[in-house]
């Protein structure tokens, strides 16, 4: 391998690893390289993608329409890639540092505050003053200020984005993936208390991107899709190292929960197609329904959105008695990011909500909310039963709140809040919405000014007040 491509692949760290800290040689040998690159996508910092510096907080916020709802107490967080440094070359959205903007929500007054996830890389490129990792190298440490990065027992392996409350026993879900050496993925159980109570690889015969997966009643459910890792296409193409085959299925694989080997899992082929994210999962009848958004191919080194990249509401049925599955297609909504009432993750759900997709945008911005009754019969096609739509205004993943987390003083499952983060670009402010989730009626029950803008970024979460009080974790140590 080149010196060249060397020092692609690793970027300045090369540099920082030899010990040559002078600012001129590495930003000389970043120069160079960003120069001899043929593609440098760069939309991915253009408009509101781009990133803020400012670390900022405000006591409080103004409500600038309606008002706050008296049963929002909690801190909505939304996490995304913003570079503290400007890159030398090439920029994807998957890279960058991390960081979080959080709401803070109580007796009808919020209060915002921003911070970045203070990982080990961000740490050295701020003691060295300038970039010194080039690629991939974010979000994966490390909250609202970071207090350590969390060891759980044994497990060897990064985790995935997208972890499972049991919230009938409290444990979490885990699964992590890596490309460059077995296992290729691990599935993991902690307790309550953050204490892991088993982990253990699933055979698979080639490295994947495992972003998401479910779970049900009886089973942990895996997709294993033709997303495949090819470090060539890095090198020869000058492009990120993940390649779609569609020429490769799909695959859904089913682990019962009580499994003490990965060898118990089994797996049902499917035509090719990528999920990001999957909405949820549950057993009916002696079947596994799952709900997901689903597009026929992915490209992650694509530098616009594409008809063939369009994501859909996607049903699956397997039925582990006849070995079977199938999918269908629910709704002709283009969108990602789906979400449920968080408390019915793995039971029988009724409702679901995606992030709308601008499929005019070349930049793929997200145009509203939909919403889904997935007891829609098959006759009727459509399953989208309403939309919230911004005329010019650009958002992102909403988090369903339900009014109450006591379900009896809900009037259904559907009784609660949306609550996204909307940008307005002729103000160039971002403002934070509060939506009814169950009449889905487009004026916002309330509308927060926030004190920056808040760019485009990734997932969501609500922590209630009671979570607050009780998010220490004897079970876990922090590694500083």
Known sequence: MSARVIAYVAGGAVCFVLGI?????????????????????????AGNYGPVRREVFSAECEVVAGELPAELDGVYMRNGSNPFYDPYASYHWFEGDGMVHATRIKDGVASFCNRFVDTHKLREEK??????????KMLCEGVLSTVGRVSVGDWQVPFTAHPKLDTTTGNLHIIG??????????????????SLLKSFPIPVAFPSMFHDF???????????????????????????PVIFKPEMPSRIGLLPLTARSGDEVVWYELPSFYVFHIANAWEEAGKVKMVACQAERVDLNAMKFNEDMASRMTEYIIDPAKGTAQLRRISSVVGDFPLVHPAMYGKPTRYAYTAITDTKDDAAQVK???????????????????????????GGEAFFVPR????????????????VYVYEA????????????QTMDSTPLAVVKLP?????????????????????????????
């Open 21 to 45: 800290r002078s600012r001129r040689v590495v930003n000389g040998l970043q120069v160079l390289i960003a120069k001899g690159r043929k593609n440098k996508r760069r939309n991915a910092l």
């Open 426 to 437: 002729q103000a160039d402010a971002s403002f934070l919405h509060v939506y009814n989730a």
């Open 404 to 419: 109450s987390q006591d379900p009896a003083q809900c009037n259904g499952e559907d009784d609660g809040f949306l609550l």
């Open 452 to 480: 920056q803008r808040v760019p485009h970024g990734f997932h969501t979460y609500w922590m209630s007040g009671e979570q607050i009080r009780q998010q220490q974790l004897p079970g876990m140590a922090l590694q500083h």
């Open 214 to 240: 479910a779970i049900t009643e009886h089973y942990a459910v895996f997709m294993h899709m033709p997303l495949v890792f090819d470090p060539k296409a890095m090198i020869e193409h000058n492009t990120l």
């Open 368 to 394: 509203g909310i939909a919403k889904f009754d997935l007891a829609t019969p098959p006759s009727q096609k459509e399953a989208a039963i309403a939309t919230i739509e911004w005329d010019s205004a650009r």
């Open 127 to 136: 003691r060295a003053g300038f970039p010194i990792y080039a690629k991939l």
């Open 177 to 194: 993936y890596q490309i460059d050496r077995q296992p290729y993925l691990t599935y993991g159980v902690l307790s309550p208390n953050g």
